[in-house]
T-cell receptor, first 115, second 112 residues
Framework: AQTVTQSQPEMSVQEAETVTLSCTYDTSENNYYLFWYKQPPSRQMILVIR??????QNATENRFSVNFQKAAKSFSLKISDSQLGDTAMYFCAFMKNNAGNMLTFGGGTRLMVKP | SQTIHQWPATLVQPVGSPLSLECTVE??????LYWYRQAAGRGLQLLFY??????ISSEVPQNLSASRPQDRQFILSSKKLLLSDSGFYLCAWSVQASYEQYFGPGTRLTVT
């Protein structure tokens, strides 16, 4: 079974600064996907960014980028130019490449962006 | 465009009472459907998933069951609620063979 670990329960960052959220995972699979989801106070789960394990290039979506280290089984999220609207819970998630496409989530990191 | 609905949005139920949460998806056919539970301050735990009508897979043995009576309808049920069933329940869907899941607005369940 896969496990996903987020070792930072809470983090804070000043507006306009950069913050990095950590995630490690454990799997014996070679083909899989990794995701970062954002859950603001509204509780709606929003996909922030995804990474295919077979791709060496790190994914980037505007101010969000990842540092994917496959050998180390590490998948961190960097948020640049932090905005107040980035305040939320952030979840790292793993998906095997199979028919069910089920997500395994980490425990989450609560990010507070301070003005 | 596709949309996903969940109801009710909030629910307070006594211990031992039955439960029925409903999730429906519009604008797509034959989706994969998922039920997740989120305990307070925790990550999401997959409870059930379905790849077609009448096809339900359970990930965690528990007091809950799921059914898919129609292609785009997914129901989470319990005959007798426990205090430990309290939490935030999220439904999600994905296109078959796609890696991206889309989540509904969730149902907050409090068992008293």
């Amino acid at each position: 079974a896969q496990t996903v670990t987020q070792s930072q329960p809470e983090m804070s960052v000043q507006e306009a600064e950069t913050v990095t959220l950590s995630c490690t995972y454990d799997t014996s699979e070679n083909n899989y996907y990794l995701f970062w989801y954002k859950q603001p106070p509204s509780r709606q789960m929003i996909l922030v960014i995804r990474q295919e394990a077979y791709k060496q290039q790190n994914a980037t979506e505007n101010r969000f980028s990842v540092n994917f280290q496959k050998a180390a089984k590490s998948f961190s999220l960097k948020i640049s130019d932090s905005q107040l609207g980035d305040t939320a819970m952030y979840f790292c998630a793993f998906m095997k490449n199979n028919a069910g496409n089920m997500l395994t989530f980490g425990g989450g990191t609560r990010l507070m962006v301070k003005p | 465009s596709q949309t996903i609905h969940q109801w009710p949005a909030t629910l307070v139920q006594p211990v031992g009472s039955p439960l029925s949460l409903e999730c429906t998806v519009e604008g797509t056919s034959n989706p994969n459907l998922y039920w997740y539970r989120q305990a307070a301050g925790r990550g999401l735990q997959l409870l059930f998933y379905s790849v077609g009508i009448g096809q339900i897979s359970s990930e965690v043995p528990q007091n809950l069951s799921a059914s898919r009576p129609q292609d785009r309808q997914f129901i989470l049920s319990s005959k007798k609620l426990l205090l430990s069933d309290s939490g935030f329940y999220l439904c999600a869907w994905s296109v078959q063979a796609s890696y991206e899941q889309y989540f509904g607005p969730g149902t907050r369940l409090t068992v008293t």
